[in-house]
């Protein structure tokens, strides 16, 4: 089934230990996200890519970058991890076409828990 | 400043009985509204959707119902299941913002009971 899978599960890292955190999609969808969600809270966009165009939302700590090589894979790089980025990442994708209506509907992976220690 | 709000936590129905979610939002340029569902240990899944030009579009069991003069929609489950229980997240699209942009609420989670 074509899917958006997220790795690893759970992620362990030290504080200030950089970390990557992996998603991969078969849906050859042209727009990827990562989200983060915190406990109790709710999800919040960090970045997107359309296409190769990244694009970061304007609250996004430097400290969080993208990386997307092909189509299939996008990367979150969490530069120096603190306490307070212990969260659980959402990655999403969707397919959008210029001009035409998009209702939005994304399809998330299962999602990467990272604890900083 | 919360967009978009689900003031109720947790929600607690009989199995057979209606589920009501409710979500508020303050942005009246939002023009698009989604419900997404979640269980344990998976990702949120699209449930069902709504234009800002309609007040109501219906899916099987779940019906999604819009009052943008209240800024309020709200999420009918006829009859709830056991499967059903999982946390409702609400979410917002804004019109002319960044695509992908949803804006969600903290989600209502739901426990069906048999």
């Known amino acids: 089934d074509a899917m958006v899978i997220q790795n690893p599960r759970y992620q362990v890292t030290q504080f200030g230990k950089p970390v990557t955190l992996s998603c991969s999609q078969t849906l050859n969808h042209n727009v990827m996200y990562w989200y983060q969600q915190k406990s109790s809270q709710a999800p919040k966009l960090l970045f997107h890519?359309?296409?190769?165009?990244?694009?970061n939302e304007a609250d996004t700590p430097d400290n969080f970058q993208s990386r997307r090589p092909n189509t299939s894979f996008c990367f979150l790089d969490i530069r120096s991890p603190g306490l307070g980025d212990a969260a659980m990442y959402l990655c999403?994708?969707?397919?959008?076409?210029?001009?035409?209506?998009?209702?939005?509907?994304?399809?998330f992976g299962s999602g990467t828990q990272l604890s900083v220690l | 400043d919360q967009q978009v709000k689900q003031n109720s936590p947790s929600l607690s129905v009989q199995e057979g009985r209606i589920s009501i979610l409710n979500c508020d939002y303050t942005?009246?340029?939002?023009?698009?509204f989604l419900w997404y569902k979640k269980y344990p240990a998976e990702g949120p899944t699209f449930l069902i959707s709504?234009?800002?030009?309609?007040d109501k579009n219906e899916d099987g069991r779940f019906t999604v119902f819009l009052n943008k003069s209240a800024k309020h929609l709200s999420l009918h489950i006829v009859p709830s299941q056991p499967g059903d229980s999982a946390v409702y997240f609400c979410a917002a699209r804004q019109y002319g913002g960044s695509q992908g942009n949803l804006i969600f609420g903290k989600g209502t989670k739901l426990s069906v009971k048999p």
């Open positions: 709504i234009s800002s030009i309609k």
């Open positions: 999403a994708t969707s397919s959008f076409q210029t001009g035409v209506s998009t209702n939005e509907k994304l399809f």
């Open positions: 890519y359309y296409d190769k165009d990244f694009n």
């Open positions: 942005n009246s340029m939002f023009d698009y």
